[in-house]
């Protein structure tokens, strides 16, 4: 039934990408009026970016070399690109339905229409052009979020200091450069613990292991630990060696469990919301079940990829709660698609005594560009303050 469920889906994500790139692809078409080489050279060059990612995970298997990696980074770049494309696309097809019942082109400039079709064409592809540059570099120059919080409650200290990043995404696009940019932001504010909100790693594990990627994760220093919880890209390319391989690295993965740190905080790792749709064996654990057997007078932080079902949060008195997974939509404007999906879909709120953050994410997932937001890391500074204001101090 999953097998039969998945290639339904895959279905229909081709179909979709079929579509979409056919109505980019006639529009485009005008731009080179009745000159048939042009029209050859722009299908050849478009057949090349639409099916350039495909081509290269095929190759990868066969070859592994500059020739596919350049094709998967050709291929997730249109992805991206195709997204504004489509935009353009639609704003001038309005257009022309407005012009078809309101002429706004004057007489005497309908007969250059030819020239007007190639400039469009030309300042759609620098617009396109721009915006992913703008993309790159938002992907690729982090930003620290400080967040100071009191927790009602008493801990053996006064302060922890948590590093909090999610979706980091290391693999084919999320290498050794900007991981080496994560492992050094947060050495350098050296916290206390250092905490990943899930999808640390994406779901091929191969060019993870052919680039030591794990051996630049065990430089992170943190007194109190470095801990993860799976997210649904560790699920989908296999639990078990995801888990493995970070352990093997130093960073342990909370499943379903709790784990209390020295200084006498508890932290509840949960199991992805979407784990049984790739693992039949597993049943994640309600948080009532995790929390059973911790005293609630101690403070308690939860890992929970997704931020969904935040009342169970709620309801069991959980003082934090860190996750990610939106990516705050990662090309705008789908971050207001998010917004609506999600009761708190980035950034921090509190609601009825607990306090949730969501990371909009450190790497990206399919096109290597941000649009809705920069990549970004939590520095999240607690008081254990059982008579202290109830406020958020920073």
Not at 297 to 323: F, G, K, M, T, Y
Request: with cysteine.
């Amino acid at each position: 039934m999953k097998i039969r469920t998945f290639i339904i889906f895959l279905t229909i994500v081709l179909l979709a990408y079929f579509i979409v790139n056919y109505y980019i692809f006639i529009h485009g078409l005008k731009a080179f009026g009745a000159n048939q080489t042009a029209k050859l050279i722009y299908t050849i060059l478009f057949v090349i970016l639409v099916s350039a990612y495909f081509l290269g995970r095929i190759i990868e298997r066969i070859s592994i070399g500059v020739v596919p990696q350049a094709l998967e980074w050709l291929g997730a770049y249109w992805f991206g690109a195709m997204v504004y494309f489509l935009l353009i696309v639609i704003i001038i097809d309005i257009f022309g339905v407005i012009y078809h019942f309101i002429p706004l082109i004057p007489n005497d400039l309908r007969q250059y229409l030819q020239q007007l079709n190639l400039i469009t064409g030309i300042v759609t592809v620098t617009v396109v052009a721009i915006i992913l540059v703008i993309g790159r570099w938002n992907a690729t120059h982090p930003q620290i979020k400080t967040v100071g919080i009191d927790i009602h409650k008493k801990a053996k200290a006064e302060t922890m200091t948590i590093a909090f990043a999610s979706d980091i995404h290391l693999g084919s696009f999320v290498g050794q450069r900007q991981l080496r940019q994560l492992v050094e932001l947060i050495n350098a504010n050296q916290p206390d613990v250092i905490l990943f909100g899930g999808d640390l790693l994406d779901e091929d594990l191969a060019p993870v292991i052919r680039h030591n990627l794990g051996g630049c994760l065990a430089e992170l220093k943190a007194p109190l630990g470095k801990f993860t919880v799976p997210g649904n890209h560790e699920f989908i390319g296999g639990i078990e060696k995801a888990t493995q391989y970070l352990e093997n690295h130093g960073i342990k993965v909370l499943r379903d469990e709790a784990l209390q740190l020295a200084n006498g905080v508890w932290i509840i790792g949960r199991d992805d919301y979407d784990s049984k749709r790739y693992s039949s064996d597993v049943q994640r654990l309600t948080l009532k079940y995790l929390i059973d057997k911790i005293n609630p007078e101690q403070p308690i932080i939860v890992l929970d990829h997704q931020p969904l079902n935040l009342s169970e949060s709620i309801a069991s008195r959980i003082d934090l709660q860190l996750s990610g997974h939106t990516h705050n939509g990662q090309l705008w404007p789908l971050n207001y698609l998010t917004a609506k999906v999600y009761q708190v879909s980035h950034g921090y709120k509190k609601i009825d005594g607990t306090h949730f953050i969501v990371s909009s994410g450190f790497g990206t997932w399919g096109p290597p560009i941000r649009l809705a937001s920069r990549s970004e890391v939590y520095l999240i500074k607690l008081r254990f303050q059982p008579d202290f204001g109830d406020e958020q101090y920073i």
